[in-house]
């Protein structure tokens, strides 16, 4: 039962982060999306993916996303109306999945009843050894796409100046 609730929480806020078209929203129903996969992560036995899905996607790529909002959003209009979206009626929708997802949590961890679906626990070596072994060519790709990302990123967010020739170049100095 508990593997529905979250499975259902999961697909619910991963809905609400494709139609909300303010991107604080969004990113708030993501982190609830995140949480609820780590949550089923959890219960099938993989706690070591569960913890890594909450401290990378959890944290790291929303604290991204964040940073890139913050970017981008430089003028003073746009502080003023995230004043004015920033309230607390956007914290309604995730606060009371991520509380479902809480109680859940914590019914999993002190309920004795747990039935695990695969008997195998999966460890950070047995992980280690199937992304660089099998799994390399894998890795080494999403390795180079995000080195593609750095580097596109800094060409997208570097100032423009304009460079002149030294020979054309004013004289009146």
Known sequence: ????????????????????????????????????????????????????????????????????IMMLNLKEESVEQERKWFTRNIWIGPGILAFILLGELIYILVSSETVLLNNTVVDAKEVGLSLYGPYIIGVELSGLLLMAGIVGAYHLGRQKRKVLHRFLQSTEE
């Open 1 to 68: 039962m508990a593997f529905y609730i979250a499975s259902a929480i999961a697909i619910l806020a991963t809905i609400m982060v494709i139609t909300r078209y303010n991107m604080i929203h969004a990113l708030l129903y993501l982190v609830v999306s995140f949480l609820a996969v780590a949550v089923i992560f959890f219960m099938l036995g993989a706690p070591f993916m569960a913890a890594l899905e909450v401290i990378i996607y959890a944290g790291a790529i929303v604290v991204l996303i964040i940073f890139v």
